[in-house]
């Protein structure tokens, strides 16, 4: 029995990395998906590819840290769904910026789209959760739990987030479980990112930095992120609720 079977769920960040694995194995676990992302063409390219292998998925194109866009999506899902079972916040951004060189814009975007994108999803989506066993699976990171050089606007709001989650999870109790992930460094296009501009060299040794501070190694995959989002987001984490849970490979562990 897929564990996700007839429920609704809505994935943000669902165009790229971590979101599009989500949106293709929450599917696979039987839910429905509403995917949103910024890239309407990259929305479009997963819904078709999604929906051709049989997968119930569409994409509604959302900036998170808009209240008026999340407004209009919280309508969108009210309009297809009905109501809502699960919300996984993954979106995020990343910036690697000394904190005395970190500009306003700057700080503004990434505590808009980490912390205040998080907050505006689930003021405006869990209002159709009531009357459900509703679900939400908040993305932090590793950085929400230790800090980290030249990462001060992303730890703080990742951080915010897991703090978020833990007021949330007692205010929503019983009906709506809200729980985090912290993953460690994950082998997608964003961490990579955080790179650009550096001197290859450079790149390279932070890269091999990330990889041997894992316990395993390597870096992690997308899948085995998912992996616990869709256990939580699941009624077999039923009595899971308010936790933060390192994904990590013993980044937090140190």
């Not at 996700?4 to 194995?25: F, N, P, S």
């Not at 699960?86 to 700080?107: F, H, M, Q, S």
């Not at 950085?143 to 205010?171: F, I, N, P």
């Amino acid at each position: 029995m897929p564990r996700l079977a007839g429920k609704q769920a809505v994935i943000t960040g669902a165009a790229g990395g971590i979101g599009a694995v989500a949106c293709r194995l929450f599917c696979t676990e039987g839910a429905s998906v509403i995917g949103t992302d910024l890239s309407q063409a990259s929305g479009d390219r997963l819904e078709a590819e999604l929906r051709a292998d049989g997968l119930e998925f569409s994409f509604v194109r959302c900036d998170i840290a808009s209240s008026s866009e999340v407004a209009a999506l919280a309508d969108e899902v009210r309009l297809r769904f009905g109501g809502l079972d699960v919300l996984y916040n993954n979106a995020g951004v990343i910036l690697g910026r000394p904190l005395v060189e970190t500009t306003d814009d700057e700080w503004d975007h990434v505590v808009g789209v980490n912390l205040r994108g998080t907050f505006l999803t689930m003021r405006a989506l869990v209002p159709l959760m009531h009357g459900r066993s509703g679900s939400i699976v908040n993305t932090s990171s590793g950085l929400g739990l230790v800090g980290s050089e030249q990462m001060t606007a992303y730890c703080a709001s990742k951080g915010g987030v897991v703090l978020l989650t833990k007021a949330a999870a007692l205010e929503l109790a019983p009906s709506i479980r809200v729980n985090a992930l912290c993953p460690g460094v994950i082998d997608t296009p964003m961490p990579r990112a955080a790179l650009a501009g550096m001197p290859e060299d450079v790149r390279q040794a932070i890269l091999g930095e990330w990889t041997v501070s894992h316990a395993a190694g390597r870096l992690g995959r997308p899948e085995e992120v998912v992996s616990a989002a869709i256990y939580l987001a699941s009624d077999e984490a039923s009595f899971v609720t308010g936790a933060v849970i390192p994904v990590d490979s013993g980044i937090t562990a140190r």
